[in-house]
């Protein structure tokens, strides 16, 4: 069973500022690469618009890959999204054994987000590579989910089962009813064709609060009994505040089964993290396990140098529990408040306790 504290503060949508670069190989961008540019930020203007997210776009460039390290992005854009053309996409994503990628670094979730993809050449085929706007959909529901507060673990859990009906639902055949949460068709203002996009996750939709205490987390009577028993451990000083807030965070936020991992390889940063989506083609590339030895530096041949953002200096670790929450602690292990005053309290104490 899989549990999620989702905090208060990042359940409403906010006014995200975003921009997106189309990235071509060639020495300047053609007019069909500056018409691809168009139709992607419409696409994901659409896409916001169908989460009923609050987001400004600046207005989309076009440029090549050697004006891309010497672009610098306006301070009050919160998310960066490049698209690299087929030629250079082969050589920064698709050598290295993947598609794209979102990141996001530092502890504030209103900055620092990051979109990297490759688009698919013309006529390629749905089981070569991944259907550009479909990708692209699928990294913008990524951000969407991490901004309104899901965690990593969680938002895996949600949508690795979608990714894995990619090959029936988009590039073989289309099931009603089960491929509806898979895929669904946009067709942008002034663009005049569709496209194909993965279909927004439903309870993420719309700026109403997030249901930050799920029921399971809160009703479930093992989980509950295990919760309490911790507790009175930790308020009779039998583990210290450091185990306490670890296994409080293990039990809200477990991590998913190790065999819905195929499709993502989620790395932690010092400060931050990257979200990998793997080639769909079968050939010989690097492990995923050997990424989590890249810096991100100054390397043309190195996708990651090219994230626009750095991450910020690492805050000390705080185990410090205030006093009110281990008051309330001793009531709830003796029963005397609710298990919803307490979890309330502790949706707090995790949020503060978190990068």
Not at 20 to 27: E, K, R, W
Not at 54 to 78: H, R, V, W
Not at 132 to 144: D, E
Not at 182 to 198: A, C, E, H, L, Q
Request: glycine residues 4%.
């Amino acid at each position: 069973m899989f549990f999620s504290v989702i905090p208060v503060s990042y359940s409403d949508s906010g006014n995200v500022n975003w921009q997106l670069v189309y990235v071509t190989g060639h020495s300047k961008c053609t007019p069909t690469e500056t018409t691809k540019t168009n139709e992607f930020f419409a696409v994901t203007e659409q896409y916001f618009e169908m989460y009923k997210f609050t987001a400004n776009g600046a207005e989309p460039k076009c440029m090549a890959i050697s004006d891309l390290s010497k672009s610098y992005f306006q301070k009050d854009i919160q998310l960066v999204i490049v698209i690299f053309d087929d030629s250079s996409g082969k050589n920064l994503l698709a050598k290295q054994g993947y598609e794209g990628f979102y990141s996001h670094l530092g502890d504030d979730r209103d900055k620092k987000h990051t979109i990297m993809i490759k688009d698919s050449p013309n006529f390629d085929s749905y089981y070569d590579s991944t259907d550009t706007a479909w990708l692209l959909s699928n990294h913008l529901s990524k951000f969407v989910l991490y901004y309104k507060g899901y965690s990593q673990q969680e938002i895996q859990r949600i949508l690795q089962p979608i990714e894995m009906r990619y090959g029936k639902c988009v590039g073989y055949e289309y099931t009603t009813n089960v491929c509806d949460t898979v895929r669904t068709n946009v067709k942008p203002d002034k663009i005049g064709k569709y496209f194909t996009v993965m279909t927004p996750f439903e309870k993420a939709v719309g700026n109403k609060s997030l249901n930050h205490l799920p029921s399971d987390l809160t009703t479930n009577e093992t989980i509950l009994n295990l919760q309490r028993e911790i507790t009175t451990w930790w308020i009779n000083d039998k583990i210290t505040n450091e185990d306490y807030l670890k296994s409080v965070k293990y039990l809200v936020n477990a991590p998913p089964p190790v065999n819905n991992t195929k499709n993502i390889s989620s790395i932690d940063l010092p400060n931050g993290f990257i979200m990998i989506d793997l080639v769909k083609k079968k050939t010989t590339v690097n492990q995923p396990s050997q990424f989590q030895a890249f810096a991100i530096g100054d390397n043309s041949n190195d996708v990651f140098s090219y994230i626009p953002f750095e991450a910020d200096v690492l805050k000390e670790d705080s185990s410090e529990i205030p006093d009110w929450f281990k008051m309330r602690a001793k009531l709830w292990s003796e029963r005397r408040i609710s298990d919803m005053i307490f979890f309330d309290g502790l949706e707090s104490l995790i949020r503060t306790n978190s990068k």
